[in-house]
């Protein structure tokens, strides 16, 4: 099968021919849907060796679902042709935190691996996934359409989750960059919470779309933007501020609109800094980064988009214009997510 492979760091990834693989003992052999085009690759695409904990290749594709293919010995839970959603971090599976679901916190997995991050992901026709632990049923939906409901619906949902005690009535929540993940933002934010949204980004074309998905306000990305949320919130700021990039500008914008005893909670990767000091971040500000959700999650994630409170705006594609699309993400020219679709 043709695979669209990360093969040296700092270098595009290539199309290679490898072997359909067979699901040794315990494992299960899924025929991809789609797989998503992830911002976060990009990332991956541009680290030096060292700076992610696994080695070369793998095939890319972290968002992943599609059909069980072939199990391997010993799988009962699983039948051929199920379709599922591919949860994208394996764990352990016996630790505290993936006990409760949470292989996402894994005590000893390494940070961030799984299915298309170290492990070969869902940029070609068949991937193996090493439990059915990690295959959720899609009950009815189009595996074409879940995928991207395994990371960019399940880490804003998580990160929406965490924060709802104070998403009260009266309340607001920032959601910073509206690209695949932002975008699943306000619609979670919506199908959750009371709060009032307020969408920001640099692309008036993307936050035209936050706003038919459930946006209040919105808000263009530019030096004025700080003023514009404060403006909007009456000075107060906003209880919960999303940065779905995570650049230095974003970071200080994202400081600059959040509030006392509000919530800062970065998952965008773009590695940018800010100040963190007494005075310089509102009184009981809480700051966190996020990494995807967990498999209980995933199925609440699922079940929202089976009830059609959350849609992903997807733009299909072959494999073979992996690579363009990547560089169309690179450019911003992605509105909503692209979506790999292997068998076609
Ligand atoms: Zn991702
Ligand atoms: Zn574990």
Known sequence: MKAYRMTKWQAPPEFCDIDIPEPGPGEVLVKVGGAGVCHSDLHVMEYPEGALPYPLPFTLGHENAGWVEKVGAGVRDVTAGEPVAVYAVWGCGRCAA???GADNYCEKAPLFSGGGLGFNGGMAS???????????????????EAAPLTDAGLTTYHAVKRSLSVLTPGSTAVVIGVGGLGQMAVQILKALSPARIIAVDVSTEKLAAAKTLGADEVVVSDDRATASIQELTHGRGAELVLDVVGSDATLQLALSVSRRLGHL??????????????LSVPTELSLASTFYGSIPELTEVLTLAQAGKIKT???????????LVYKRLHEGKIQGRAVITPNG
């Open 313 to 323: 705006q997807s733009e299909l594609y072959p494999l073979d214009q992996a690579a």
């Open 265 to 278: 909670t970065l998952v965008g990767i773009a590695g940018g800094q800010a100040s963190f000091n007494y």
């Open 98 to 100: 993936c006990l409760v």
């Open 126 to 144: 068949h991937m193996i996934v090493p439990s059915a632990r990690f295959l959720v049923p899609l009950n009815g939906l189009d595996p074409r």
